[in-house]
């Protein structure tokens, strides 16, 4: 069983940069390939980026790669994202997600999930 609580997300103007963490509990967090989805008013859920267990492999969205960075340090237990240059269609509520091993692509194949930080960029 593994707890999420996700933090940073707040107001940022067009350009700026945010940086979302994801704390989570648990002992075996280290055997846990992490996620970062979004999801806008209206629009499907989406994976913005995933790590792996060892933080070896990373997958970004091509609409993030570049801008955005994932990392995790499996002795804190936490998960992040570095958001720079953000836009304003970055706007949505940031969840991460975790799941055994190996990264996914699909919200669905992730078991758990935070509550969800809000980001919002102004243009």
């Known amino acids: 069983q593994v707890q999420l609580v996700e933090s940073g997300g707040g107001l940022v103007q067009a350009g700026g940069s945010l940086r979302l963490s994801c704390a989570a509990s648990g002992r075996t967090f280290s055997s846990y390939a992490m996620g970062w989805f979004r999801q806008a008013p209206g629009k499907e859920r989406e994976l913005v980026a995933a790590?792996?267990?060892?933080?070896?492999?990373?997958y970004y969205a091509d609409s993030v790669r570049g801008r955005f960075t994932i990392s995790r340090d499996n002795a804190k237990n936490t998960v992040y994202l570095q958001m720079n240059s953000l836009k304003p269609e970055d706007a949505a509520v940031y969840y991460c997600?975790?799941?055994?091993?190996?990264?996914?692509?699909?919200?669905?194949?992730?078991?758990?999930w935070g509550q969800g930080t809000q980001v919002t960029v102004s243009s």
């Open positions: 997600a975790a799941r055994l091993r190996t990264i996914a692509t699909t919200s669905t194949a992730y078991a758990y």
């Open positions: 790590i792996s267990w060892s933080g070896g492999t990373a």
